[in-house]
């Protein structure tokens, strides 16, 4: 079965300091695709960053890093400087198939 | 229009009604999904639409739930006989064409109440 794990439900940090979630998954197939999905309390979810497996250099989007390990399967999220609207749950999710399968999220509250 | 449009944004119910919600894609957008996100969970997987056909809906629970895209735009997911395991946040997102860029576009979700 192929399974995305978040293993921080819920992660505190103050204004301007650098977080980051983590992310596990379990897969067979050797090319896929890997993302990090936001939901504010607004409930509507947005795309944050995504990663090919194929390509090992890590995916960068300003303040939004990636670590990415392939073999350790592992898909890490890293926020720097970070900001009150990054408030909201954070999704890591993989696609295979055209089937996107989502973790359970983590909510990351960012403190003033 | 300009973004995935969900009708209604909450729905009450009672038990054993027949209920059904709406997506309306973004212009364009061939790949439609269905994901049903229960309080503190991730979002589920239920069915993903290219075109007008199903091309996956594995993830439906059982057959009290079906969905239809006759148009190969607004699709409509309907549930049977609803129960209150069927409380959740419904969210419909699409994509420009199969979905291998990753990025989906999503609506903001019908709250099913099933009471």
């Known amino acids: 079965a192929q399974t995305v794990t978040q293993s921080q439900p819920e992660m505190s940090v103050q204004e301007a300091e650098t977080v980051t979630l983590s992310c596990t998954y379990d897969?067979?197939?050797?090319?896929?695709?890997l993302f990090w999905y936001k939901q504010p309390p607004s409930r509507q979810m947005i795309l944050v960053i995504r990663?090919?497996?194929?390509?090992?250099q890590n995916a960068t989007e300003n303040r939004f890093s990636v670590n990415f390990q392939k073999a350790a399967k592992s898909f890490s999220l890293k926020i720097s400087d970070s900001q009150l609207g990054d408030t909201a749950m954070y999704f890591c999710a993989f696609m295979i198939d055209d089937k996107i399968i989502f973790g359970k999220g983590t909510r990351l509250h960012i403190l003033p | 229009g300009a973004g995935v449009s969900q009708t209604p944004s909450n729905k009450v119910t009672e038990k054993g009604k027949y209920v059904e919600l709406r997506c309306d894609p973004i212009s364009g957008h061939t790949a439609l999904y269905w994901y049903r996100q229960s309080l503190g969970q991730g979002p589920e997987f239920l069915i993903y639409?290219?075109?007008?056909?199903?091309?996956?809906d594995s993830g439906l629970p059982n057959d009290r739930f079906f969905a239809v895209r006759p148009e190969g735009s607004v699709s409509t997911l309907k549930i049977q006989r609803t129960e209150r395991g069927d409380s959740a946040v419904y969210l419909c997102?699409?994509?420009?064409?199969?979905?291998?860029?990753?990025?989906?576009?999503f609506g903001e979700g019908s709250r099913l109440t099933v009471l």
């Open positions: 997102a699409s994509s420009l064409n199969r979905a291998n860029t990753g990025e989906l576009f």
């Open positions: 639409f290219q075109g007008t056909g199903a091309a996956d």
């Open positions: 897969t067979s197939e050797n090319n896929y695709y």
């Open positions: 990663q090919e497996a194929y390509k090992q």
